[in-house]
């Protein structure tokens, strides 16, 4: 068992998907889609979420390549 904050993880743009890291409540514009304001990444809220969790539990996230 890791412990991980969660807060925050659905509104930092994740690095790991190609994000800036940039971290704004503005950058989740809905429950379901995140953009992020500085760099303009869009993805489903949730994958973001899951992949700054799975980021700051130091594992790597592969399911993209
Ligand atoms: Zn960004």
Avoid: Y
Avoid at 30 to 35: L, Y
Avoid at 37 to 49: E, Y
Wanted: glycine share 10%; hydrophobic share 35%; proline share 5%.
């Amino acid at each position: 068992m890791i412990p991980v904050d969660a807060r925050n993880t659905s509104r930092t743009c994740p690095p790991s998907a190609g994000g800036c890291g940039h971290l704004s409540a503005d950058n989740r514009l809905t429950q379901a889609r995140f953009q992020c304001t500085a760099c303009g990444l869009t993805a489903n809220a949730d994958h973001v979420g899951a992949t700054n969790v799975l980021n700051r539990a130091g594992l790597a996230l592969c399911d993209v390549a």
